[in-house]
């Protein structure tokens, strides 16, 4: 090659890097090619470093030749599947372990055995309609662990971006992360006194605590002796217990900071509980407020068995949709509510960190309504002469 013509070729290649991607130089000394694929939008860097600019220079000429002629697009797409990037993407975050096991399971089940082997480069969003669609109709799951995946999926596609492997989330599925929950049924108190009189004795101060403190099932099974304050009538909540697949209790804090909190006890059940102190829970502080036979700490399982039976005996075992132990938290909420609490009143007894779940216990009722029209009859006749003041 004569002079002009390598004059002429560096020409070419100074022109292409000021419309074609750049060049840096490393702190090890050597340079780095990278530029944005004309298709994705994704930053492209070479696979390899060079000992000058000018063999970077020539990388970019050559990628940029090749793909203005549609040859090697393949090779400048991220190769890494979906199911090799959810793997460190599950590791890496920090997450309770109960989540860690709920987004595995949706992974295993729902995700990757139709998504998995797709580079993640090439996930379009006609790909997750499709499967989303095809999760949709079929009998299992269910509505709302299809957007529980969904949600999974699209939070995974989210930091591929972040991490520059894909140029846009493929997820923008209006409204498919929603969770659409049925309404749950509310026990009248009649009904919530019938299951409370047919639970076994042992397990009996859970359906009070469950209903008319709200307080969710793993804070009850976490609760020590220490924990409630006889004298003060109130319950202190600041961890949760759960168990995984491998059946090991394992005890914690609450999801949030606005889990932890104190709550007042309503009078009337005071009683209650403190019978069941006495009667089966160990002296020191320590010692777990809800054991079974042999003293262990009792299982979820062994809960919602003893709950099976009380609705059985109450009668109210039979329906749609069926009570759950959950609903008592429900219960509770919506009583507090027509009580008159406030939705920040609510949110502090319910551990609740934002308004809009506890703006679900805020009811409308006929009987509310009447209270409020009645209440207001009795403002206005409140003055001396007793009469309306308009």
């Not at 022109?15 to 050597?30: E, I, M, N, T």
């Not at 979906?82 to 949706?106: I, M």
Request: charge should be positive.
């Amino acid at each position: 090659m004569d002079r002009n013509a390598v004059a002429l070729h560096v020409e070419v290649v100074t022109v292409a890097k000021r419309h074609f991607g750049s060049v840096r130089k490393l702190p090890s000394g050597r340079f780095q090619a990278r530029y944005r694929h004309p298709e994705t939008n994704l930053r492209i860097t070479a696979p390899t470093t060079f000992p000058t600019k000018g063999a970077a220079q020539v990388w970019l000429a050559c990628a940029q030749t090749d793909l203005a002629r549609g040859e090697r697009m393949d090779q400048y797409l991220p190769t890494v599947t979906l199911d090799e990037y959810t793997a460190p993407w599950l590791q890496n975050r920090v997450l309770r372990p109960r989540t860690v096991e709920l987004y595995q399971g949706l992974l295993d089940r729902h995700i990757l055995p139709a998504l998995g082997d797709i580079p993640i480069g090439r996930l379009t969003p006609a790909k997750v309609r499709e499967w989303h669609a095809a999760l949709s109709r079929a009998d299992k799951p269910g509505a709302i662990t299809v957007a529980k995946s969904y949600r999974l999926l699209r939070t995974i596609c989210e930091t591929a971006y972040c991490d520059e492997l894909i140029s846009r989330n493929p997820c923008n599925i209006k409204g498919a992360s929603i969770e659409r929950s049925p309404e749950r049924p509310v026990m009248s108190i009649e009904q919530l006194n019938a299951v409370v009189e047919a639970m076994e004795d042992r397990y009996r101060a859970m359906v009070v605590l469950g209903s008319w403190c709200s307080m969710r099932i793993g804070e009850i099974l976490a609760l020590t002796r220490g924990d409630i304050d006889v004298e003060a009538g109130t319950v202190r909540v600041d961890k949760s217990a759960w168990e995984l697949g491998d059946r090991q209790r394992r005890v914690g804090p609450p999801k949030t900071a606005a889990g932890v909190r104190v709550i007042v006890v309503p009078p009337h059940v005071m009683d209650l509980i403190v019978r069941h102190l006495e009667t089966f829970t160990g002296s020191d502080d320590a010692d777990v407020v809800f054991t079974g036979t042999l003293g262990q700490a009792v299982r979820r399982a062994t809960v919602y068995t003893a709950w099976h039976r009380a609705l059985e005996k109450a009668d109210l075992a039979k329906g749609s949709p069926g009570f759950r132990f959950h609903d008592l938290r429900h219960t509770g909420a919506t009583l507090a509510a027509g009580a008159g609490a406030s939705t920040r009143e609510l949110m502090a007894r319910l551990g609740h960190a934002s308004s809009a779940a506890s703006l679900r216990y805020q009811h409308a009722t006929p009987s509310r309504d009447a209270s409020i029209a009645n209440r207001l009859s009795e403002l206005a006749l409140a003055d001396e002469s007793g009469t309306p003041s308009i």
